[in-house]
Structure formats: C-alpha cells, structure tokens
C-alpha cells in the first residue's frame, strides 16, 4: 500500500493511501494568508484541506505514480523558489530536498526543484513509489528500498557524488548539530540551511534552527518571526516572511528578488496566519 503523511494547511495531518485522502485531523492554525489568496479558503477547516490535497492529488499527481515533478518558474517568493533560482544560476550544485515516493532526493534541475518543493510541503512520512525513481534518478535517492527522510544523509550522499556547493532544507531542530558536524568534516565544501516548516517549534527549537540556518520561512511560526523580526539580515514578505541569517542566506534572497523584479510595495495590514504557533 502507497501510504503518504503530510503536515499540511494549518499544520492538520493528512494522510493518503493509494491515491485518496483517508484522514484528515483539525487543523490548529485557522486562516492561512497564501491558501486565501491562491486558493479562496478564508477558513481552514477539515473538509477544505481534505478537498485542497486531493486537487493536488488529481491535478499534479501528488502521492502518485503519476506526479508530476517539473514545474516552471512564476513570480513567488519561498524557499523552493530560491532554491529553484540558485540552481539555475548555478550558484549551488545541488539541493537536497524530500519528495513523496522518494523520501530524501538531491536534486540538480531548477524545474524539479520547483516542481518537488513548490507543490508539496511539512512531508512527515512516504513510502516507495519506484515509478518516480528514474526521473529522480536512483542514485540521488538516499534509500529507495524505505523513501527515508533523512537530511543529513542526504547530505553526506551529495558529498560523496563530489558536489561542493550544497543546500539542504530542515524542519527538524535535531538535525542542526548533525550538519554542523559535518561542516567541520568538510571545510572545503559549503552548506547552506534552508530552514521549512517552522510552526509550532518551541522555543529552544526556533532558536537552534536560526542559529543554524542561512535561511529560514516564517510561516506560522510565532518563535521563529520574533527571532527573524529581530536577528534577519534581510527580511523579503510580510504575510509569510523569509529571514535570512548570514551574508550568504541573505545573498540568496537578493538573487530570488532580482529574478522576480524586485520587492512588492510593503502593505500597511498585511494579513498573517492565525494563530500565530
């Protein structure tokens, strides 16, 4: 059985098996400014996820064999963006990411970058889907045999291939002191975090990821914006912002705005998820 586990919209839990939603728990996060803006759901509720993830389901393929993990660039700000932007400029060799059906993935492409992060986000639990493995390339899948999701081996996989020049996404506080290990290991090779799916971290996690981070999403994240809002060397968004840490994270979002044109005039009442976890 194909058994998949997001933490979606609003931070609800959905799990999909063989294609269809099958579970869906409350979501604890309400209102979700880009899921109003992009998808007209001004409440989220339990049945509007179920309804938002089996779109996906049916229009992309997501959890499927037939997923679609290409996708062109638009004008939009997150971290799968930029990540999308540094490849394409060649500004990193790789990024590694985690795809439903493959687990923990290097990715090269700009457009699977794009395509594996931009549609699907918070995968808590996958299971093989062998159809994908090809056009990911097998190679560049840390274990085709369980789909793990496991970044730092990730990582350590990416070393190995030669690649130099590394980013890697973390949702996990846990991860941070792993990946500082193996900087030291590797002087020559830079990593860069990119720090995803923040809400509800405690404190003492929100701390760690944004020390260890070059960049990191706001999301609905209450300990993470306060951080940002004070720490960010350069901050782009105001609904879901995205703070940098150091020279190099804030380099990244400057070559993201370039690509788009530039920053969007500040509004006075951006709209923010709610609550703030």
Request: aromatic share 6%; proline share 4%.
């Amino acid at each position: 059985m194909s058994k998949h586990v997001i933490e979606a919209l609003g931070l609800s839990k959905v799990t999909v098996e063989n294609g269809k939603v099958v579970d869906v728990t409350k979501p604890e996060v309400d209102y979700c400014p880009l899921f109003h803006k992009y998808q007209g759901i001004e409440k989220l509720t339990k049945e509007a996820i179920a309804k938002n993830i089996q779109f996906r389901i049916d229009d992309f393929g997501m959890c499927t064999a037939n997923r679609q993990l290409r996708m062109k660039d638009f004008l939009s700000f997150g971290i799968s963006e930029i990540l999308s932007t540094l490849l394409g400029e060649g500004e990193i060799d790789c990024a590694i990411m985690v795809c439903e059906g493959c687990g923990t993935v290097i990715i090269t492409e700009s457009e699977m970058a794009q395509g594996v992060g931009g549609r699907v986000s918070g995968l808590v639990e996958t299971s093989p889907i062998p159809e994908l493995f090809d056009e990911i390339g097998k190679d560049n899948i840390v274990d085709t045999k369980t789909a793990k999701i496991d970044q730092v081996e990730g990582i350590r996989l990416a070393l190995k291939k030669g690649y130099k020049n590394i980013a890697v996404t973390v949702a996990l506080a846990s991860d941070i002191d792993a990946i500082e290990k193996v900087k030291e290991e590797n002087p020559d090779v830079n990593i860069y975090v990119f720090v995803v799916h923040t809400s509800k971290r405690s404190p003492e996690e929100a701390r760690k990821l944004f020390d260890g981070c070059d960049v990191a999403t706001g999301c609905a994240s209450k300990n993470i914006r306060e951080i940002g809002e004070e720490e960010s060397l350069k901050t782009v968004g105001q609904s879901i912002p995205i703070f940098s840490k150091t020279e190099s994270g804030k380099k990244f979002i400057e070559m993201r705005l370039d690509k788009i044109g530039g920053e969007k005039p500040k509004k006075d009442n951006p709209k923010i998820p709610d609550p703030l976890i």
